[in-house]
């Protein structure tokens, strides 16, 4: 499949190897492998990834701090090198369609404006969305002064004044974390259980703990947060506000797949469940990336897309054989 296809390419009603639902860095990683094996591989991209907000991908080896936007391009041109198509728009139904003569899964696959495309493989790489506490004032900064991740932030925010605002037994952990990075932590418990040998831990490590109910984030004059104002009207300066958010697989438009989904600990949120490999208990269907395992980094993405794509090939050179080996027992193979 050598040369670059347009984005308008294989939309014609064949039926293309794999449709990648997704494109972020485990959706583009998985077809960078497909269209480098020379499947026909179509990657359909709302163009809403979850690091949108960030100013750069941090602990990516040898690209570290490079903004998400530019990451995206480079993958979106490298897949198109090997004959990958990128689709802007939105799935809004992926379902099984009949299979073929031999068995071979197909599915369907609907989108925004109408068109749909036909597969023999899914590559579900949607991501997750982050839900935030119902804090007036806190969304606004998300990403920026509002950070979920210490690997990922931590370093940007180090030395500042940092408070977590916690939202369930996760925060615990949460606040040592962020804790190496900064001398200056408080603790707002929002009513969430912190028993005596917690707040001695806390203390040993120079937390400060606040209980007073949270009111409002404060804004700053530049933009950025001044504070936390708690119900008794006082205002605890802080720079910087971690929080433990509720991580939830994006499944927009995939309810016909009928793709198995667990709840995570501590109620942070659902994912899909799939093998190591990203294969999930529908035939035909892989998953990778935050949708399989919301705490995933960038390279940890990328590397499950990867991971799957490779599984994905695999899978269907195996159903070509068969279908090859088929045609030979009828007399209808090429010499």
Do not use: K
Request: glycine content about 14%.
């Amino acid at each position: 499949m050598p040369g670059t296809t347009a984005e308008t390419g294989p939309l014609s009603g064949e039926t293309v190897d794999t449709v990648v639902i997704g494109g972020g860095a485990a959706g583009l990683n998985g077809a960078l492998m497909l269209a480098r094996s020379r499947r026909s591989v179509v990657v359909v991209d709302s163009g809403t990834p979850r690091n949108t907000p960030a100013e750069g991908v941090h602990g990516l080896l040898g690209l570290d701090g490079i903004p998400p936007a530019e990451l995206y391009a480079r993958g979106r041109e490298e897949v198109r090198r090997y004959g990958g198509v990128l689709v802007p728009g939105e799935v809004v139904s992926a379902a099984p369609a009949e299979p073929s003569a031999e068995g071979d899964p197909r599915f369907t696959v609907t989108l925004g404006d109408g068109r749909t495309l036909t597969a023999r493989r899914l590559l579900v790489a949607t991501g997750l969305l982050d839900v935030l506490p119902d804090v007036p004032g806190l969304a606004e900064h998300w990403g920026r002064s509002v950070v979920h991740c210490p690997y990922c932030h931590g370093w940007e925010v180090r030395d500042e004044p940092v408070g977590v605002l916690a939202t369930g037994p996760a925060s615990l952990h949460h606040a040592l974390l962020f804790r190496q990075l900064t001398e200056d932590l408080v603790y707002f418990t929002r009513g969430t259980a912190l028993d005596a040998d917690t707040r001695a831990r806390f203390d040993a490590r120079g937390i400060r703990v606040v209980d007073t109910p949270v009111e409002q984030v404060v804004q700053e004059s530049d933009g950025g947060i001044a504070g936390v104002r708690l119900a008794d009207g006082r205002v605890v300066a802080r720079r910087v506000l971690a929080v433990a958010t509720a991580m939830r697989a994006r499944t927009e438009g995939l309810a016909g797949l009928d793709l198995p989904q667990e709840d995570l600990p501590e109620g942070l949120g659902h994912r899909f469940t799939a093998d190591a490999a990203g294969a999930t208990g529908v035939p035909g269907v892989w998953v990778a990336g935050n949708a399989a395992d919301p705490t995933a980094q960038v390279g940890a993405s990328a590397a499950a897309g990867a991971l799957a794509g490779a599984r994905i090939n695999a899978d269907l050179a195996t159903a070509d054989t068969e279908a090859a080996l088929a045609a030979a027992g009828t007399g209808t193979a090429a010499a």
